[in-house]
């Protein structure tokens, strides 16, 4: 109960920091602790199709803070963390699972094992691999269809598709980061208003990487708050059936 309650202030304390002040405070190894958290986030069949880069340095920050098109909350954060989609990094998501699969430490059932050797090397591969002008994803949208009229089926299987799911665990992340900061005693702001392509030439990042966000983290400040937080009610957003 003592933990939930934790829990409750440090989701009910989290607010988009728009101001950050006492740089000389700022203890980063909080982000490494965070970001130790957020990997321990759960993601789609484990693939962690996720990269951080922490910006630190004043002329980084100054760079990314321009990309952001010099908004507050990157002009003065201590730090800025950078959270990547490496949907191009698939092959080796996949290898690692199958690698993990073989571990001696693994307790898993043989028949489960094999089931997922079959899922790793063969559903996940057809899943994220490329797409040719679409082609694919139609082949794949229409087997799904043909099957469908027999059997639930996941549906969700285009590479628009495969976008979303990556994108969702990779926000998973930066939740979990986020409230881990906050946990610490510090602050944080998502952004998603930014240059993509110049923070991916800046970090010499390949073509095919997504950047999902971009978070900066500091010493809050009450001028960094900007207006009172204010959400739909739970009746008018949770359902019961
Ligand atoms: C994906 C995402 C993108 C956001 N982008 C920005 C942004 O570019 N600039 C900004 O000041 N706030 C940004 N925010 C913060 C939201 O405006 C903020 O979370 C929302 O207004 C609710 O306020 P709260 O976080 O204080 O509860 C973003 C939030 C999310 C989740």
Redo the contacts with the bound molecule.
């Keep these: 109960m003592e933990n939930a309650t934790s829990f409750e202030q440090i989701v009910n304390a989290r607010?988009?920091m728009?101001v950050y002040g006492n740089q000389e405070k700022y203890n980063p190894e909080i982000v490494k602790k965070s970001l130790d958290l957020a990997l321990l986030s759960p993601n789609s069949s484990n693939m962690q199709l996720w990269e951080f880069y922490r910006i630190r340095t004043e002329e980084a920050r100054k760079k990314i803070s321009n990309f952001c098109l010099d908004?507050s909350?990157t002009r003065t954060a201590s730090e800025i963390v950078i959270v990547v989609a490496r949907p191009d990094k698939f092959k080796q998501s996949i290898r690692f699972n199958l690698d993990s699969i073989e571990s001696p430490d693994n307790f898993e059932k043989d028949n489960s094992k094999k089931r997922r050797r079959l899922y790793y090397s063969k559903v996940m591969r057809i899943f994220y691999s490329g797409d040719f002008l679409f082609l694919f994803s139609l082949i794949k949208k229409l087997l799904v269809f043909f099957i469908g009229l027999k059997r639930p089926i996941i549906r969700e299987v285009t590479s628009i598709n495969k976008k979303v799911t990556i994108h969702k665990s990779v926000a998973l992340a930066a939740q979990t980061f986020m409230l881990a900061v906050k946990a610490y005693g510090y602050d944080t702001?998502?952004?998603?208003?930014f240059d993509s392509k110049r923070i991916k030439k800046y970090l010499k990042l390949s073509r095919k990487a997504e950047i999902n966000?971009v978070i900066t983290v500091g010493q809050g400040t009450p001028e960094g708050i900007f207006y009172p937080?204010k959400r739909f009610s739970y009746e008018q957003v949770v359902f019961e059936r």
């Design positions: 607010r988009s728009r908004q909350a702001c998502p952004i998603e208003g966000m937080r």
